[in-house]
């Protein structure tokens, strides 16, 4: 029974890479690089790495209650209403970022919410 658990949960993590697979690898890839290394190579990607898009979320959105499940809940918060509906006043990523990148695309209407919760939870937690 153990193992039947096991094999599910790992189904529904890799069910969850697929989803970001689909909908955002296309502009962010998933190789983890640092803000340094995103610089150098910077002319030939479409938007920043997840890895770098992540960091920035963690650092910037602060909860001052040391609890590991709000502090998800909020920065995952953001991120699903900013896919949803991007903007560069509400946007937490670097002002040169808006310059080289644009301002990204809304996803509205392209993946489901039920989707957009596994994506956003994945990247929390691989990120
Ligand atoms: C068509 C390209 C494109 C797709 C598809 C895309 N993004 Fe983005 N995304 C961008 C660009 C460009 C930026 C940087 C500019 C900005 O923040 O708006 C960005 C920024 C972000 C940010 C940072 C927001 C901030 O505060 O500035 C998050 C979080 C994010 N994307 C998550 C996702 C996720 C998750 C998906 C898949 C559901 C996705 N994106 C799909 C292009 C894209």
Not at 35 to 44: C, G, L, P, T, Y
Not at 55 to 68: A, N, S, T
Not at 86 to 99: E, Q, T
């Amino acid at each position: 029974m153990k193992s039947l658990i096991l094999i599910l949960f790992s189904l529904s993590l890799f069910a969850s890479e697929a989803l970001f697979d689909k909908h955002c690898v296309s502009c962010h890839f998933k190789q983890h690089i640092t803000f340094e290394q995103m610089k150098a190579q910077r002319q030939h990607i479409k938007a920043p790495p997840i890895s770098v898009v992540m960091e920035r979320m963690k650092e910037f959105i602060v909860v001052k209650v040391d609890d590991e499940d709000v502090q998800k809940a909020v920065i995952t918060a953001f991120m699903k209403d900013y896919i949803l509906e991007p903007s560069i006043d509400k946007g937490i990523c670097h002002v040169n970022c808006y310059v080289q990148f644009g301002t990204m695309p809304s996803q509205k209407g392209k993946v489901s919410l039920k989707d957009l919760d596994e994506i956003v939870s994945w990247v929390y937690d691989n990120y």
